[in-house]
T-cell receptor, first 110, second 112 residues
Framework: QKEVEQNSGPLSVPEGAIASLNCTYSDRVSQSFFWYRQYSGKSPELIMSIYSNGDKEDGRFTAQLNKASQYVSLLIRDSQPSDSATYLCAPRGDNNDMRFGAGTRLTVKP | DGGITQSPKYLFRKEGQNVTLSCEQNLNHDAMYWYRQDPGQGLRLIYYSQIVNDFQKGDIAEGYSVSREKKESFPLTVTSAQKNPTAFYLC???????????FGPGTRLLVL
C-alpha cells in the first residue's frame, strides 16, 4: 500500500464547476496536511494547509480533513481554466517527514 | 526579492561524471531539503538539513551527496554512483523542520 494515494486522473470538469480532489494516507500519526499545486514543468506551490478535523476555507478552496478515516480532500469552487494543474497531497508525520502523493491532474475546460 | 533560487535550470551529465546542483535561499530559513521527481510519481526526499553543518539522509540518498556550510546554501552533488539520475530536482526550505516547505523553481537533469 502506498503511503499517500491520490487518483492520478485526469479529472476533467467544466469551467464554473466544483472540482473535488481526494487523498488517503497510511500514517496514522500524521498531524498536518498540505495541498500543493504544480503546473506542468514548474515547481509545487502551496495552496493550503490543514491541521484539525473538519473544513478549512480559503477563497475558492476548501480543505477537508478526517483523521479517523485517514482522508483529506480539496474542493475548488467556480473552477477556472487557470486551475488546470496537478495537485499534490502531502501529509506530515510525527517525525516531521513530509510524504507526497503522485498527484491528481485536473483539467478545467472552458 | 526574497526566495529560493536553483541553478542551472537544465543540466546535462555525461557517463561517469559528478555534477552539482545549486540551491540558495535568502528567506533566513533554518531547514532545507532536496527532492527528486520522476514522471507520474510523487516527490521523494533525497537529503535534508535542519541547521548549518548538519544533514540527514532521506529515502533515496544513495548516489547523492550534500553539504551545508552556510545557512543560505544547500548544494546537491549527483555522483557517478547514481545510475538513473534523469529527473526533476527540487530544493525546498522552511523556517524550521516543522513548518511549511517552499520550493525553488527546480533543475532538470538529463543524461547524455
Amino acid at each position: 500500500q502506498k503511503e499517500v494515494e491520490q487518483n492520478s486522473g485526469p479529472l476533467s470538469v467544466p469551467e464554473g464547476a466544483i472540482a473535488s480532489l481526494n487523498c488517503t494516507y497510511s500514517d496514522r500519526v500524521s498531524q498536518s496536511f498540505f495541498w500543493y499545486r504544480q503546473y506542468s514543468g514548474k515547481s509545487p506551490e502551496l495552496i493550503m494547509s490543514i491541521y484539525s478535523n473538519g473544513d478549512k476555507e480559503d477563497g475558492r478552496f476548501t480543505a477537508q480533513l478526517n483523521k479517523a478515516s485517514q482522508y483529506v480532500s480539496l474542493l475548488i469552487r467556480d473552477s477556472q481554466p487557470s486551475d488546470s494543474a496537478t495537485y499534490l497531497c502531502a501529509p506530515r508525520g510525527d517525525n516531521n517527514d513530509m510524504r507526497f502523493g503522485a498527484g491528481t491532474r485536473l483539467t478545467v475546460k472552458p | 526579492d526574497g526566495g529560493i533560487t536553483q541553478s542551472p535550470k537544465y543540466l546535462f551529465r555525461k557517463e561517469g561524471q559528478n555534477v552539482t546542483l545549486s540551491c540558495e535561499q535568502n528567506l533566513n530559513h533554518d531547514a532545507m531539503y532536496w527532492y527528486r521527481q520522476d514522471p507520474g510519481q510523487g516527490l521523494r526526499l533525497i537529503y535534508y538539513s535542519q541547521i548549518v553543518n548538519d544533514f540527514q539522509k532521506g529515502d533515496i540518498a544513495e548516489g547523492y551527496s550534500v553539504s551545508r556550510e552556510k545557512k543560505e546554501s544547500f548544494p546537491l552533488t549527483v555522483t557517478s554512483a547514481q545510475k538513473n539520475p534523469t529527473a526533476f530536482y527540487l530544493c525546498a526550505s522552511s523556517v524550521r523542520n516543522r513548518e511549511t516547505q517552499y520550493f525553488g523553481p527546480g533543475t532538470r537533469l538529463l543524461v547524455l
